[in-house]
């Protein structure tokens, strides 16, 4: 969800909550006025009549359909103004209406009067309604002027936001170039700026120095390893026992796997480090063509029963090189655990990629290989990073690999949409 879209969200539900509670608190205030003022105005309309009464007005005279004056006994004490509801005839509306009713004592010539006068009051729900109606309009006011913010005022706002974003998305290693960011009035924004730029520059430092770690440790390590296998190799070729033939040839396959695992840390190292750009689409049918071609000993050694289903014109946009790594990765696993005589079928076509292969059946979730130094035995064959590779290639060029068995076939499969 968008950020302004979340603020807008959160804006309209707290405005909700804030006209349900302002609205109840009007309610109560106007009902509260009303019946206030209401009786105020009956006291003083009572206190009227006393008036008159008192100026000499014959009391009988005085009552109509709203005034009622009773005499009542001297002795008893004056009585307070006393308000209630009644139910009276309403000549306008022609019908019996609730009403308020107000009654006051007076003692005025020897004579005690009460005096009772009424008026119609402003009902609960008419007072709902005004209210009601009232928030509403408030509320759909506010969301145009909302609608207008978010359409309008967030674009200018919100500006040198989307342009950092921009510009983070636009950073690249390979460039070697930190972020420079424009200067902001919005002290968050340039905090945030601030923090960005230093940030760039930091992690450029660290992507040298780890690159030239990389490249000087790979470089490093060939060197005694050339020279390894050149005196292996001239040992082999020596008079020597069985015994020290096999531990020559021992020795030859670990110095082979250590230079196997820096080639293959030293990929992943530039996978990571976004060192392969993605040109336009490329098709993966010649380039796997070309790896099966390549492998055909391999398959002949091992005795391989072969099928593929390849479709032409299968479009990935991926870089070659990165493309026949992961393609060479793929089968060479299938190949390297599989079994004599066993079968390797290959399909491909614009959706996926799918490798099947038997072999020994794991005792964990095939999904782990995909780990580093993650392997289903300790054969010194494998140096565990094979699908690490594919893993990671994967996740860099947005592709999505499967591992699973099916009918006792291992399945690597790389979805391709």
Same mark, same amino acid.
């Given at each position: 969800?968008?950020?302004?879209?979340?603020?807008?969200?959160?804006?309209?539900?707290?405005?909700?909550?804030?006209?349900?509670? !302002?609205?109840?608190?009007?309610?109560?205030?106007?009902?509260?006025?009303?019946?206030?003022?209401?009786?105020?105005?009956?006291?003083?309309?009572?206190?009227?009549?006393?008036?008159?009464?008192?100026? $000499?007005?014959?009391?009988?005279?005085? #009552?109509?359909?709203?005034?009622?004056?009773? /005499?009542?006994?001297?002795?008893?004490? /004056? %009585?307070?103004?006393?308000?209630?509801?009644? *139910?009276?005839?309403?000549?306008?509306?022609?019908?019996? /209406?609730?009403?308020?009713?107000?009654?006051?004592?007076?003692?005025?010539? $020897?004579?005690?009067?009460? *005096?009772?006068?009424?008026?119609?009051?402003?009902?609960?729900?008419?007072?709902?309604?005004?209210?009601?109606?009232?928030?509403?309009?408030?509320?759909?006011?506010?969301?145009?002027?909302?609608?207008?913010?978010?359409? *309008? $005022?967030?674009?200018?706002?919100?500006?040198? =936001?989307?342009?950092?974003?921009?510009?983070?998305?636009?950073? @690249? =290693?390979?460039?070697?170039?930190?972020?420079?960011?424009?200067?902001?009035?919005?002290?968050?924004?340039?905090?945030?700026?601030?923090?960005?730029?230093?940030?760039?520059?930091?992690?450029?430092?660290?992507?040298?120095?780890?690159?030239?770690?990389?490249? @000087?440790?790979?470089?490093? +390590?060939?060197?005694?390893?050339?020279?390894?296998?050149?005196?292996?190799?001239?040992?082999?070729?020596?008079?020597?026992?069985?015994?020290?033939?096999?531990?020559?040839?021992?020795?030859?396959?670990?110095? /082979?796997? #250590?230079?196997?695992? +820096?080639?293959?840390?030293?990929?992943?190292?530039?996978?990571?480090?976004?060192?392969?750009?993605?040109?336009?689409?490329?098709?993966?049918?010649?380039?796997?063509?070309?790896?099966?071609? !390549?492998?055909?000993?391999?398959?002949?050694?091992?005795?391989?029963? +072969? &099928?593929?289903?390849?479709?032409?014109?299968?479009?990935?946009?991926?870089?070659? =090189?990165?493309?026949?790594?992961?393609?060479? @990765?793929?089968?060479?696993?299938?190949?390297?655990?599989?079994?004599?005589?066993?079968?390797?079928? *290959?399909?491909?076509?614009?959706?996926?990629?799918? #490798?099947? @292969? &038997? $072999?020994?059946?794991?005792?964990?979730?095939? %999904?782990?290989?995909?780990?580093?130094?993650?392997?289903?035995?300790? &054969?010194?064959? &494998?140096?565990?990073?094979?699908?690490?590779?594919?893993?990671? #290639?994967?996740?860099?060029?947005?592709?999505?690999?499967?591992?699973?068995?099916?009918?006792?076939?291992? +399945?690597?499969?790389?979805?391709?949409?």
């Amino acid at each position: 969800m968008k950020l302004i879209n979340l603020l807008t969200t959160w804006y309209i539900l707290i405005t909700m909550i804030a006209l349900f509670l !302002g609205g109840l608190l009007i309610f109560k205030k106007l009902e509260s006025e009303i019946d206030f003022e209401l009786g105020r105005e009956l006291d003083r309309q009572i206190d009227a009549y006393a008036e008159r009464i008192r100026d $000499g007005a014959p009391a009988d005279r005085l #009552i109509y359909d709203k005034l009622e004056i009773t /005499e009542i006994p001297l002795d008893i004490p /004056e %009585e307070e103004l006393y308000l209630r509801d009644t *139910i009276a005839y309403h000549d306008p509306m022609n019908r019996a /209406e609730k009403q308020l009713k107000a009654s006051k004592s007076y003692k005025i010539d $020897g004579k005690h009067y009460r *005096i009772s006068y009424y008026n119609i009051v402003v009902e609960t729900e008419d007072i709902t309604e005004t209210v009601v109606i009232t928030m509403v309009s408030v509320f759909l006011i506010q969301l145009l002027f909302l609608g207008f913010f978010t359409r *309008i $005022g967030s674009k200018k706002i919100l500006r040198p =936001f989307h342009q950092t974003l921009d510009q983070i998305r636009s950073f @690249n =290693f390979q460039k070697n170039e930190p972020l420079h960011l424009p200067k902001n009035a919005v002290a968050e924004f340039e905090k945030l700026n601030s923090f960005l730029e230093k940030m760039s520059q930091k992690l450029l430092n660290d992507y040298r120095q780890i690159k030239e770690f990389s490249e @000087n440790l790979s470089h490093e +390590v060939q060197t005694p390893s050339a020279v390894i296998r050149g005196k292996l190799e001239h040992l082999m070729n020596e008079d020597i026992s069985e015994k020290q033939a096999l531990m020559i040839q021992a020795a030859y396959q670990s110095n /082979e796997k #250590i230079n196997k695992i +820096v080639r293959s840390l030293s990929m992943l190292a530039k996978l990571e480090n976004e060192e392969f750009e993605a040109p336009e689409k490329i098709d993966l049918s010649p380039i796997l063509h070309r790896v099966l071609d !390549g492998m055909q000993e391999l398959i002949e050694l091992r005795s391989l029963v +072969v &099928s593929t289903q390849i479709q032409e014109n299968s479009l990935v946009k991926i870089h070659p =090189f990165i493309a026949e790594v992961l393609i060479q @990765n793929l089968i060479n696993n299938a190949i390297k655990h599989n079994i004599q005589g066993g079968q390797l079928r *290959i399909e491909l076509n614009e959706y996926s990629l799918r #490798i099947e @292969n &038997s $072999g020994k059946l794991p005792d964990k979730d095939p %999904e782990e290989f995909f780990d580093r130094f993650k392997k289903a035995n300790s &054969s010194s064959e &494998s140096i565990g990073l094979g699908l690490a590779i594919v893993k990671q #290639i994967c996740r860099r060029y947005t592709l999505r690999p499967q591992y699973r068995i099916e009918n006792n076939l291992h +399945v690597l499969m790389i979805l391709f949409k």
